[in-house]
């Protein structure tokens, strides 16, 4: 007697392969950028190489256990995760506990490691906003219930940001809050009325602060900052113009040797176009794609309202911190503070995108059983079509 047997339902193969491969590629880059740097100031070469790793390490184990959770417990977490994370950005802002590098206070050190609260927030903001308007599903549209509680609690969010300062992270949390109301259904009249007039408070915002007024102006004109203000941008532009179709080589770039600062960081991609050119360039720009790709993909596909907000949430933030990043090394974008997700060094970014990676290739497991997508993403897809 023959039994049939359902196919094996599997991960998201192509996801998982992108990821690993902006992983590896950023292990390369990191060292390539930092070494030299490492070993006149710390006495070893291998030292951010070596955190990077460990980061990897440990980003592998979140990315398999969150494959193994699955996302639906999630929801349960939505609550006391979020709490967590606003504690924690309260904490880091405290004398003595906080950090402070470079002029902001963002991180909270441990022995042997230190913990960026902003950047768990982010995924903690995507699993509430996800689990809120799949509750509120029937009443996303109207004001006082869809729009307003998230407005407020993501102005709690931005303020606790600013007063770090991280510009990048507060506009982020704006901008996850506007795809996914826009994606629940929430009127576009509140989307558009809420931005016009958080436009004075954005202007009041850049005015009062001298530094970002010289981010402003090295934007508009960097090569009039040359030595100020625009130094950072500039030497970038020429980072990245010197590599051309095919790059100096790996390890052979010039800007690396205290020219750029921030080089293994937030101007990565920088090097990445000195060192490998054009083609190194598209290979990661075909990358970041791929992932976006498979990441709506599941998200539309998801059998749920909630799979399909975390799904498109998390795609989000790899989507728009890998623009923006690229964008202001280009000096098309003023300067944000956002790394190059899975690429820049940054122990606490790599090991949240890793473990968000796997909460999304939890979902596309999700997607592959389901009989038929949420109406979420039968909506969007209409949309779209």
Not at 258 to 269: G, K, N, S, Y
């Given at each position: 007697m023959k039994t049939s047997s359902a196919p094996a339902v599997r991960f998201d193969p192509i996801l998982l392969c992108a990821v690993l491969a902006l992983v590896s590629l950023g292990l390369v880059m990191v060292y390539s950028a930092s070494a030299i740097l490492a070993q006149d100031k710390l006495g070893d070469s291998l030292y951010f190489l070596k955190r990077q790793l460990m980061a990897a390490g440990m980003g592998v184990v979140a990315m398999a256990v969150a494959m193994k959770l699955g996302w639906r417990r999630l929801a349960r977490l939505a609550w006391p995760l979020l709490i967590v994370c606003v504690v924690l950005l309260v904490v880091v802002l405290i004398p003595g506990i906080g950090?402070?590098?470079?002029?902001?206070?963002?991180?909270?050190?441990?022995?042997?490691?230190?913990l960026q609260p902003a950047e768990l927030t982010k995924f903690a903001w995507v699993v509430y906003l996800s689990y809120s308007l799949a509750k509120k599903r029937e009443k996303v549209a109207t004001f006082s219930v869809g729009f307003l509680p998230h407005l407020l609690l993501c102005g709690v969010l931005v303020l606790l940001c600013m007063r770090q300062p991280d510009f990048g992270s507060s506009v982020l949390f704006v901008f996850l809050l506007f795809v996914l109301l826009f994606a629940a259904g929430t009127k576009l009249s509140y989307l558009v009325g809420s931005v016009l007039l958080s436009l004075p408070l954005a202007y009041v915002a850049i005015a009062s602060s001298p530094y970002r007024m010289k981010r402003v102006l090295a934007f508009l004109d960097p090569w009039a900052h040359r030595h100020d203000a625009g130094y950072q941008v500039a030497e970038s532009l020429m980072s990245i113009g010197s590599g051309g179709l095919t790059g100096l080589g790996l390890g052979d770039g010039r800007q690396k040797l205290f020219f750029l600062p921030e080089a293994h960081t937030d101007f990565i991609f920088a090097i990445i176009g000195e060192e490998l050119g054009l083609i190194g360039v598209t290979l990661l720009v075909a990358l970041y794609a791929i992932v976006i790709w498979r990441g709506v993909r599941i998200a539309?596909?998801?059998?749920?309202?909630?799979?399909?907000?975390?799904?498109?949430g998390i795609t989000s933030i790899v989507a728009f911190q890998a623009a923006v990043?690229?964008?202001?090394?280009m000096g098309l974008l003023p300067t944000k503070g956002l790394t190059l997700p899975f690429v820049s060094y940054g122990g606490t970014s790599l090991l949240v995108l890793m473990g968000s990676a796997g909460v999304l290739l939890s979902l596309s497991t999700a997607t592959q059983g389901a009989n038929r997508p949420s109406r979420v993403g039968a909506e969007m897809r209409e949309v779209a079509a």
């Amino acid at each position: 007697m023959k039994t049939s047997s359902a196919p094996a339902v599997r991960f998201d193969p192509i996801l998982l392969c992108a990821v690993l491969a902006l992983v590896s590629l950023g292990l390369v880059m990191v060292y390539s950028a930092s070494a030299i740097l490492a070993q006149d100031k710390l006495g070893d070469s291998l030292y951010f190489l070596k955190r990077q790793l460990m980061a990897a390490g440990m980003g592998v184990v979140a990315m398999a256990v969150a494959m193994k959770l699955g996302w639906r417990r999630l929801a349960r977490l939505a609550w006391p995760l979020l709490i967590v994370c606003v504690v924690l950005l309260v904490v880091v802002l405290i004398p003595g506990i906080g950090t402070s590098v470079g002029g902001a206070r963002r991180w909270i050190r441990f022995p042997g490691f230190g913990l960026q609260p902003a950047e768990l927030t982010k995924f903690a903001w995507v699993v509430y906003l996800s689990y809120s308007l799949a509750k509120k599903r029937e009443k996303v549209a109207t004001f006082s219930v869809g729009f307003l509680p998230h407005l407020l609690l993501c102005g709690v969010l931005v303020l606790l940001c600013m007063r770090q300062p991280d510009f990048g992270s507060s506009v982020l949390f704006v901008f996850l809050l506007f795809v996914l109301l826009f994606a629940a259904g929430t009127k576009l009249s509140y989307l558009v009325g809420s931005v016009l007039l958080s436009l004075p408070l954005a202007y009041v915002a850049i005015a009062s602060s001298p530094y970002r007024m010289k981010r402003v102006l090295a934007f508009l004109d960097p090569w009039a900052h040359r030595h100020d203000a625009g130094y950072q941008v500039a030497e970038s532009l020429m980072s990245i113009g010197s590599g051309g179709l095919t790059g100096l080589g790996l390890g052979d770039g010039r800007q690396k040797l205290f020219f750029l600062p921030e080089a293994h960081t937030d101007f990565i991609f920088a090097i990445i176009g000195e060192e490998l050119g054009l083609i190194g360039v598209t290979l990661l720009v075909a990358l970041y794609a791929i992932v976006i790709w498979r990441g709506v993909r599941i998200a539309l596909a998801a059998p749920e309202p909630f799979g399909t907000y975390l799904g498109l949430g998390i795609t989000s933030i790899v989507a728009f911190q890998a623009a923006v990043n690229m964008c202001v090394a280009m000096g098309l974008l003023p300067t944000k503070g956002l790394t190059l997700p899975f690429v820049s060094y940054g122990g606490t970014s790599l090991l949240v995108l890793m473990g968000s990676a796997g909460v999304l290739l939890s979902l596309s497991t999700a997607t592959q059983g389901a009989n038929r997508p949420s109406r979420v993403g039968a909506e969007m897809r209409e949309v779209a079509a």
